[in-house]
């Protein structure tokens, strides 16, 4: 079982940055695949970013390719999502998820095991 914590939400203007926090315990491996996503209002949840946890090889949505990176802190088994040039159709919950595959970034974005409660971002005009 691994938990996830995420955090670090909020309220933007337009061009502004945020960074997501997602901590994680529990049974954790260099083989996680961890992720973020999010779902607007009215629309299905779409995956944002994924990192391998062992390799630390990342893949990215088309929507958020140079404004988004993810990383990972080991020592503090630590996901974090830093959101810049923040546009409000960035607006969503974001979720972060992980799972224990050895294919992660050719592995796409569905099948994830587990996932934190939701952190939401509001991005102004």
Do not use: H
Request: charged share 20%.
């Amino acid at each position: 079982q691994v938990q996830l914590m995420d955090s670090g939400g909020g309220s933007v203007q337009a061009g502004g940055s945020l960074t997501l926090s997602c901590a994680a315990s529990g049974d954790i491996s260099s083989r996680l695949c961890m992720g973020w996503f999010r779902q607007a209002p009215g629309k299905e949840r779409e995956g944002v970013a994924r990192i391998n946890s062992g390799t630390g090889n990342t893949a990215y949505a088309d929507s958020v390719k140079g404004r988004f990176t993810i990383s990972q802190d080991k020592a503090k088994n630590t996901l974090y999502l830093r959101m810049g040039n923040l546009k409000p159709e960035d607006t969503a919950m974001y979720y972060c998820a992980a799972d224990p595959r050895s294919a992660c970034i050719s592995g796409g974005w569905l099948g994830y095991k587990y996932w934190g409660q939701g952190t939401q971002v509001t991005v102004s005009s």
